[in-house]
Antibody, heavy 122, light 107 residues
Framework: QVQLQESGPGLVKPSQTLSLTCSVSGGSINTSDFYWNWIRQHPVKGLEWVGYIYKSGDTYYNPSIKSRPTISLDMSKNQFSLTLTSVTAADTAVYYC??????????????WGQGTQVTVSS | EIVMTQSPAILSVSPGERATLSCRASQNIFSNIAWFQQKPGQAPRLLLYGASNRASGIPARFSGSGSGTDFTLSISSLQSEDFAFYFCQQYNNWPLTFGGGTKVDIK
């Protein structure tokens, strides 16, 4: 059974770069079957999909977050990561990693990691 | 992007009673909706996909209905472990989007 676990600093200063890692166990990220995603949950705005990466390195990001996020893969560690530049208080959220099947219109998130709280504050 | 609107924001229900949660899409998403349960400090858990298909291990008291733009999640007889936060997700189009959620609490 695949499990995902997020890790990273809980506090980031405004204008700096947020970096998080998702460790995947029980299955390989080097698979043609899935996209690997980041999602965040704001205290008031709710849930927002950030972006995904495929094993080829192809990525797709939420247009609403524009060019700030970057998702990358580390096949040797079976991990994928999120960096978000120029953070502001609006980036304060719980960040989740999750898997989505590549099959058309089976794009529900399952499973999810437990999430990691990130607070942007000086 | 498709906007998902959930109601009510908070639903107070007595144990053993039925709970009915709603999710409305801003455009036709056919049956491409999933429902999740979330408890504090835990990973969200997939309950239903395809509007009405229960995920593996999900009890039969959870059911879903609807197609097009209006969807419902029903919990037939609330157990203590069902008091939680529930949200919907559409997967008809990218970007994938979520409803704002419904908190089901004890009346």
């Amino acid at each position: 059974q695949v499990q995902l676990q997020e890790s990273g600093p809980g506090l980031v200063k405004p204008s700096q770069t947020l970096s998080l890692t998702c460790s995947v166990s029980g299955g390989s990220i080097n698979t043609s079957d899935f996209y690997w995603n980041w999602i965040r949950q704001h205290p008031v705005k709710g849930l927002e999909w950030v972006g995904y990466i495929y094993k080829s390195g192809d990525t797709y990001y939420n247009p609403s977050i524009k060019s700030r996020p970057t998702i990358s893969l580390d096949m040797s560690k079976n991990q994928f990561s999120l960096t978000l530049t120029s953070v502001t208080a609006a980036d304060t959220a719980v960040y989740y990693c999750a898997r989505v099947a590549r099959i058309a219109r089976k794009w529900w998130f399952d499973p999810w990691g437990q999430g990691t709280q990130v607070t942007v504050s000086s | 992007e498709i906007v998902m609107t959930q109601s009510p924001a908070i639903l107070s229900v007595s144990p053993g009673e039925r709970a009915t949660l709603s999710c409305r899409a801003s455009q036709n998403i056919f049956s491409n909706i999933a429902w999740f349960q979330q408890k504090p400090g835990q990973a969200p858990r997939l309950l239903l996909y395809g509007a009405s298909n229960r995920a593996s291990g999900i009890p039969a008291r959870f059911s879903g209905s609807g197609s097009g733009t209006d969807f419902t999640l029903s919990i037939s007889s609330l157990q203590s472990e069902d008091f939680a936060f529930y949200f919907c997700q559409q997967y008809n189009n990218w970007p994938l989007t979520f409803g704002g959620g419904t908190k089901v609490d004890i009346k």
